[in-house]
């Protein structure tokens, strides 16, 4: 028989059992461990098994959130190369009142692997996205309306309309014809010295005088 394992301990402290024990035997030859604990004061058809398989090397076992003032039965189970299976002797103990969360709640020391690869994972993603939108922050700010040029909404905005011919527009209206006469006639001279044929564009771009306003200018003109 497989000599293992050997001299249980038990140290109780409020609701938390640690387990140690030896063997005799090289760590080699022992695959797994069972440890199977139950309470005692519970009625026959409320009571229930605990069981936990721990690996062939372990030599020691925390068993944590036990209920407080209760009397437990622990035993272990050896499982060794061929099927050998052993069986230790019966320890009971029991658990004392508790002043931690151990019972209420359970505590975890450490982190899992799994929780680290979401936590990376979670972290890789935020870095790809900032680094994505930074790329796009060129696109991203043309499309963003432009702000007005004035702090102000500009004056007398309600009374300006647009005007199909140009005799309608307030400023045509109010602009001297006199004045349009002479500027018409300088630029004729300023062309005229140039020596040069006119572009239309040019003679397009200059004030439209209608022909009845000149004639009516120079009878004005005539009769003073």
Known sequence: AT?????????????????QWICDVTSSTVVSFQIYYEPLDEADHARYTVSHEIDGHTRHFTIRRL????????????????GVINKSEEL??????????????????GIYPEEVIIILLVVA????????????????RIIQPLEHRFKHVPKNLETIRVVKKPSDSVIYKNYN????????????????RMNTVPVMSNIHSLPVIE?????????????T
């Open 3 to 19: 000599e293992c394992p050997q001299n249980l301990s038990l140290r109780v402290s409020g609701t938390t059992a640690i387990l």
């Open 67 to 82: 209920a407080p003032f209760q009397h437990y039965r622990l035993y272990m189970v050896t499982i060794a190369l061929g």
């Open 92 to 109: 009971e103990f029991n658990t004392n009142d508790t002043d931690s969360l151990d019972y209420l709640g359970y505590r975890r020391e």
């Open 125 to 140: 993603m935020w870095v790809v996205a900032m680094v994505l939108f930074f790329k796009q922050w060129d696109s991203i």
């Open 177 to 192: 014809r006199k004045m349009s006469l002479t500027m018409v006639e300088r630029e004729k001279r300023r062309l005229l």
């Open 211 to 223: 022909m009845e306003e000149i004639q009516s200018i120079e009878r004005s003109e005539s009769g």
